[in-house]
């Protein structure tokens, strides 16, 4: 078995994307999917477990070289295998020998949750699942609005397809709630389809058109059309609950778990997009006031972007560790765990968009191209800002419990640090404002809503400064990271009487200086390199990638000879 380590010089990822059609780049994506899934070795018990081998897969820099196939490796080892290995090691051991052929890729699993017309009211979903009188259960999907949107159904690799499908639960005309069955979706070939003692078994799966600038996963949308199941399908009981909803949130835990599983890809992410962005800085080159080269990485302009970035990578690596201290702790109510999940996916996410962004800007046109990665780095974080909890959903809901105090999260650790009472001051000021209405929900949704998601990002804000200082990351990396994350709200500071706007400005040059000596330290620190392949990183990448590229030119010039294979990849 290969490490992961190893992967990237693989032909499998060496071979550049960008001019390969759209099932071609589908195939190789699952190829890269399983390859990397295989090289970490995870168990049931890693994904029943969540030991450190599980979290460490999603920090893996070979994790953003192919948006795709990571998206295909969380669906299939978290929400997937992570689900069934629940059931396998309790109620269900006869799933063992799914869950394993999952995990080597000998079955592709998906989930289908969600649904074209519910987005975030899934527990309202309208697929039913009615119990027959044989036991078995008729799956069906009433309406086009109630097809399972995006999950990747259709047939590929001639490997067979099996989903995890929510559905509501009818027993005897009774609706039971939501409730997870395991359905086969397809041979790998075509979608199940044959005829039982009862009904035709019918999954219909449309293919959606390719997302703009991320690498392409053939979502779909997938109904089924009195689909008959039989009684194992069911994961769980028939049993009527007293607590359907909460039921159903255990029910779906794991997405809990990919909230800050794949938000913690934004690590990789930022590694990637700063080292690219600085060597790319250092070899170009503008004519300075002086008249002579320089390059572009003289300037602030661009110096304070990157060095914000890697200083957030490394503070955000720090707050990593200690999320998932948090996440693991039994001893914590599960409301606690998950709430620390959604403030720490949504400061990760939100530093990874905002460094996208002004990195790609600042490479002017070439931040535009595929394959220097930014602008794919930026398209597949807004992907994973809406899977697994969409931010803005998850800080409503968090914030609302929090005024509600249903639960309180990890105090800082550093209270009286400018981020810990910034968090206080907004949360104290939400309070007020619900708390002097009459009308607790209308003034939450009227004044409170639109802040939450910044609420939460500040809380975020707090436990990444107090986890950097507290396991000790770089002085300078630390200020650049509060300096950053104060500037995100400014105005609170200066209307409060913390800083001033000069001594912000002041405070962000003396940090900056620090760090800037020590770039090329903090880029091998990251080590990313063996995973980066962009071509602007240095004349040498740049003259290798153009020899790649089709050659149109006219029938008397002298064209250099071009190898075979790019030609091919250049058909497709």
């Given at each position: 078995?290969?490490?992961?380590?190893?992967?990237?010089?693989?032909?499998?990822?060496?071979?550049?994307?960008?001019?390969?059609?759209?099932?071609?780049?589908?195939?190789?994506?699952?190829?890269?999917?399983?390859?990397?899934?295989?090289?970490?070795?995870?168990?049931?018990?890693?994904?029943?477990?969540?030991?450190?081998?599980?979290?460490?897969?999603?920090?893996?820099?070979?994790?953003?070289?192919?948006?795709?196939?990571?998206?295909?490796?969380?669906?299939?080892?978290?929400?997937?295998?992570?689900?069934?290995?629940?059931?396998?090691?309790?109620?269900?051991?006869?799933?063992?020998?799914?869950?394993?052929?999952?995990?080597r890729w000998d079955v592709i699993g998906q989930f289908c949750l969600t649904e074209l017309g519910r987005g975030l009211d899934i527990f309202r979903m309208k697929t039913s699942a009615t119990l027959l009188p044989t036991g078995e259960f008729d799956?069906?999907?009433?309406?086009?609005?109630?097809?399972?949107?995006?999950?990747?159904?259709?047939?590929?690799?001639?490997?067979?397809?099996?989903?995890?499908?929510?559905?509501?639960?009818?027993?005897?005309?009774?609706?039971?709630?939501?409730?997870?069955?395991?359905?086969?979706?397809?041979?790998?070939?075509?979608?199940?389809?044959?005829?039982?003692?009862?009904?035709?078994?019918?999954?219909?799966?449309?293919?959606?058109?390719?997302?703009?600038?991320?690498?392409?996963?053939?979502?779909?949308?997938?109904?089924?059309?009195?689909?008959?199941?039989?009684?194992?399908?069911?994961?769980?009981?028939?049993?009527?609950?007293?607590?359907?909803?909460?039921?159903?949130?255990?029910?779906?835990?794991?997405?809990?778990?990919?909230?800050?599983?794949?938000?913690?890809?934004?690590?990789?992410?930022?590694?990637?997009?700063?080292?690219?962005?600085?060597?790319?800085?250092?070899?170009?080159?503008?004519?300075?006031?002086?008249?002579?080269?320089?390059?572009?990485?003289?300037?602030?302009?661009?110096?304070?972007?990157?060095?914000?970035?890697?200083?957030?990578?490394?503070?955000?690596?720090?707050?990593?560790?200690?999320?998932?201290?948090?996440?693991?702790?039994?001893?914590?109510?599960?409301?606690?765990?998950?709430?620390?999940?959604?403030?720490?996916?949504?400061?990760?996410?939100?530093?990874?968009?905002?460094?996208?962004?002004?990195?790609?800007?600042?490479?002017?046109?070439?931040?535009?191209?595929?394959?220097?990665?930014?602008?794919?780095?930026?398209?597949?974080?807004?992907?994973?800002?809406?899977?697994?909890?969409?931010?803005?959903?998850?800080?409503?809901?968090?914030?609302?419990?929090?005024?509600?105090?249903?639960?309180?999260?990890?105090?800082?650790?550093?209270?009286?640090?400018?981020?810990?009472?910034?968090?206080?001051?907004?949360?104290?000021?939400?309070?007020?404002?619900?708390?002097?209405?009459?009308?607790?929900?209308?003034?939450?949704?009227?004044?409170?809503?639109?802040?939450?998601?910044?609420?939460?990002?500040?809380?975020?804000?707090?436990?990444?400064?107090?986890?950097?200082?507290?396991?000790?990351?770089?002085?300078?990396?630390?200020?650049?990271?509060?300096?950053?994350?104060?500037?995100?709200?400014?105005?609170?500071?200066?209307?409060?009487?913390?800083?001033?706007?000069?001594?912000?400005?002041?405070?962000?040059?003396?940090?900056?200086?620090?760090?800037?000596?020590?770039?090329?330290?903090?880029?091998?620190?990251?080590?990313?390199?063996?995973?980066?392949?962009?071509?602007?990183?240095?004349?040498?990448?740049?003259?290798?990638?153009?020899?790649?590229?089709?050659?149109?030119?006219?029938?008397?010039?002298?064209?250099?000879?071009?190898?075979?294979?790019?030609?091919?990849?250049?058909?497709?």
């Open positions: 078995m290969t490490s992961a380590s190893q992967l990237r010089q693989l032909n499998l990822f060496e071979k550049r994307s960008e001019l390969l059609s759209r099932d071609a780049r589908v195939l190789l994506s699952y190829e890269r999917a399983r390859a990397i899934g295989l090289a970490h070795g995870i168990t049931l018990r890693d994904t029943l477990d969540l030991t450190q081998k599980f979290w460490d897969m999603h920090i893996d820099p070979i994790m953003v070289l192919d948006g795709a196939a990571t998206t295909l490796l969380t669906i299939q080892y978290n929400l997937v295998a992570g689900t069934l290995a629940q059931y396998a090691a309790t109620t269900r051991p006869d799933l063992v020998s799914l869950v394993e052929d999952i995990l799956l069906h999907t009433p309406l086009p609005s109630d097809a399972k949107f995006m999950p990747p159904t259709v047939p590929v690799k001639g490997l067979p397809c099996v989903a995890i499908v929510f559905a509501q639960l009818y027993v005897n005309g009774e609706c039971r709630g939501p409730r997870p069955f395991l359905v086969n979706i397809n041979d790998g070939y075509h979608m199940c389809n044959g005829v039982t003692s009862r009904r035709t078994y019918c999954s219909i799966t449309r293919l959606l058109p390719p997302r703009g600038g991320s690498a392409p996963v053939n979502h779909a949308l997938t109904s089924f059309n009195h689909v008959c199941l039989p009684p194992s399908a069911l994961l769980g009981d028939l049993e009527k609950s007293n607590r359907i909803h909460r039921d159903f949130m255990l029910s779906i835990w794991r997405v809990a778990v990919g909230s800050l599983a794949i938000g913690s890809i934004a690590i990789p992410n930022l590694q990637m997009s700063s080292y690219i962005a600085a060597r790319y800085f250092q070899r170009r080159h503008v004519t300075s006031v002086y008249g002579n080269p320089v390059p572009i990485l003289s300037y602030r302009t661009q110096q304070l972007p990157l060095l914000y970035a890697i200083a957030q990578a490394f503070v955000l690596r720090a707050l990593h560790k200690w999320a998932i201290e948090q996440f693991m702790d039994n001893n914590l109510d599960v409301r606690v765990r998950h709430g620390v999940a959604a403030c720490c996916k949504a400061v990760m996410v939100q530093h990874a968009q905002s460094a996208n962004y002004a990195l790609s800007e600042r490479m002017g046109a070439q931040g535009l191209f595929e394959y220097n990665r930014l602008s794919n780095l930026y398209s597949e974080i807004r992907g994973i800002s809406i899977a697994e909890g969409d931010i803005l959903g998850l800080s409503m809901r968090l914030v609302e419990d929090t005024l509600a105090q249903t639960y309180t999260l990890p105090l800082s650790t550093h209270p009286d640090s400018p981020l810990a009472l910034h968090e206080i001051s907004l949360f104290d000021e939400a309070t007020e404002t619900v708390s002097s209405s009459s009308d607790f929900t209308q003034a939450f949704m009227q004044y409170v809503q639109p802040r939450c998601q910044l609420m939460v990002e500040s809380v975020g804000h707090r436990m990444a400064y107090d986890a950097a200082v507290d396991q000790g990351v770089s002085q300078c990396l630390v200020d650049l990271y509060l300096i950053n994350a104060i500037k995100t709200d400014a105005a609170w500071y200066v209307e409060r009487g913390i800083f001033t706007r000069q001594t912000i400005m002041r405070m962000e040059d003396t940090a900056l200086s620090a760090a800037l000596p020590l770039l090329d330290e903090l880029l091998a620190a990251m080590e990313v390199e063996p995973y980066v392949s962009s071509p602007i990183i240095s004349d040498e990448s740049w003259e290798k990638f153009s020899r790649t590229l089709p050659v149109y030119s006219s029938p008397q010039a002298e064209v250099p000879a071009q190898p075979t294979l790019v030609l091919e990849r250049a058909r497709l």
